[in-house]
């Protein structure tokens, strides 16, 4: 059976690191890229034939440039497909759809995050609240935003009716402290009702730390304390059950050795369940229509190979094999509709997990910094590019 899927809008997201005071005046404008976006192309194909799954874009879009004065920082709430943006101790809803592109101020923080600037954050929804988790210098601070006041105030941010002045004042709940280096933050469902948080710093330069904590109504409980090889890739991915991808690099070798861990659903501890090595120095990991799968290719490799997660097993096979060149990408997500990889101002677009298809453009701008897909709330399919 043949279907055809229609790829309908495109977001680029600007940051612009200059001096300004409010990342709410941000200014909105068409996208252009730099390239027209080339129509689907697919393996074996001739040129006349109308390919499985053909992507097309729509543009122009839209540019949104934000100029901030603190760390800035791209929130996504998955369950719920919200946006929002962290300006310091500023917490901003970012909306995006067909018919709505606003940028609109839903409260202050009021912990250490107003003098320390935020390195990392993650949100997720949990029955009538937002869990807002920001990782600081030497700690992370934790929230507990009630939705319905947040979306009260970005409704009265819209029409004028409040201010930075008279907006919410949110006071953190919780201090998580840590001894080493930030390098990672998750935050995650491990069932519908359960609600993990990960961390992960550097401690030495051979060694990292892990830490999980589970919610429990009112704070974080730590769950497990590991010590791993230094982090080189790191990733959760899955949605039941869930694995946990850590990652350390052979520099000499250009190898990366990935340990594949399952999350146990009934005491939340780390279970090793596979080794390998990839053949390169970068590795993506994510999730797609319910699969899991691992791209790890190099642009000097005459063969490239895919993997993807056995079901019954838990454990990573080969999946497809490439050209290296075909899959070097600086960054790789996996979204609800589409697989999203960035070589470069080069941008791909793959409607299938075969990866046989693909829809691209370039940017003008300089290197991606960060993607992210999104689906709006009329089930409008977008992708985000982040420039810094």
Same mark, same amino acid.
């Given at each position: ?54 992507? =097309? !874009? #729509?543009?122009? $879009? ?9 760390? *800035? @920082?791209?929130?996504?709430?998955? %369950? ?100 080493? =280096? !930030? #390098?990672?933050? $998750? ?9 993990? *948080? @990960?961390?992960?710093?550097?401690? %030495? ?102 993997? #993807? ?80």
């Amino acid at each position: 059976m043949h279907f055809y899927f229609y790829f309908q809008f495109l977001l680029s997201l600007h940051v612009c690191l200059s001096q300004v005071r409010r990342p709410d005046a941000a200014s909105v404008m068409p996208f252009a890229p730099a390239t027209p976006p080339q129509p689907a192309k697919c393996a074996n194909k001739s040129a006349t034939a109308a390919p499985k799954n053909a992507l =097309r !874009f #729509r543009v122009p $879009f839209m540019d949104m440039n934000i100029q901030n004065e603190r760390n *800035l @920082l791209l929130i996504q709430e998955r %369950t719920k497909n919200q946006l929002f943006i962290l300006h310091g101790n500023e917490l901003y809803v970012l909306i995006v759809s067909r018919d709505e592109k606003r940028l609109s101020l839903i409260g202050l923080l009021a912990g250490g995050v107003r003098q320390s600037e935020p390195i990392g954050a993650e949100i997720i929804a949990w029955r009538k609240y937002l869990l807002l988790v920001i990782a600081l210098e030497e700690y992370l601070e934790i929230y507990q935003l009630n939705a319905v006041l947040l979306a009260q105030n970005a409704e009265a941010t819209k029409s004028g009716q409040v201010s930075r002045d008279t907006i919410t004042n949110f006071e953190p709940i919780q201090q998580l402290t840590w001894n080493g =280096r !930030f #390098r990672k933050l $998750f935050l995650f469902n491990a069932d519908a009702e359960r609600v993990m *948080l @990960l961390t992960a710093v550097n401690y %030495t330069k051979i060694q990292s730390k892990l830490r999980t904590y589970e919610w429990s109504n009112t704070f974080f409980a730590t769950v497990e304390d590991l010590t791993i090889p230094a982090i080189h890739m790191m990733e959760v991915i899955g949605t039941g059950p869930i694995y946990l991808l850590s990652g350390r690099l052979i520099k000499h070798q250009g190898r990366t050795i990935i340990v594949v861990y399952e999350i146990d659903a009934n005491d939340l501890h780390l279970r090793n369940r596979q080794t390998l090595t990839i053949p390169a120095r970068t590795v993506h990991a994510y999730t797609f229509r319910g699969r899991n799968y691992l791209i790890g290719c190099a642009s000097q490799q005459q063969k490239c190979n895919t993997y #993807r997660m056995k079901r019954d097993e838990g454990q990573f096979t080969v999946f497809r094999q490439f050209n290296g060149k075909e899959l070097t990408f600086e960054r790789f997500v996996g979204g609800k509709h589409f697989l999203v990889g960035t070589h470069q101002r080069a941008l791909n677009v793959y409607p299938n997990a075969r990866m046989d298809c693909y829809a691209s453009f370039s940017a003008n701008e300089s290197d991606v910094s960060e993607i992210m897909t999104h689906v709006s709330q009329q089930d409008e399919s977008f992708v985000l590019l982040n420039y810094r």
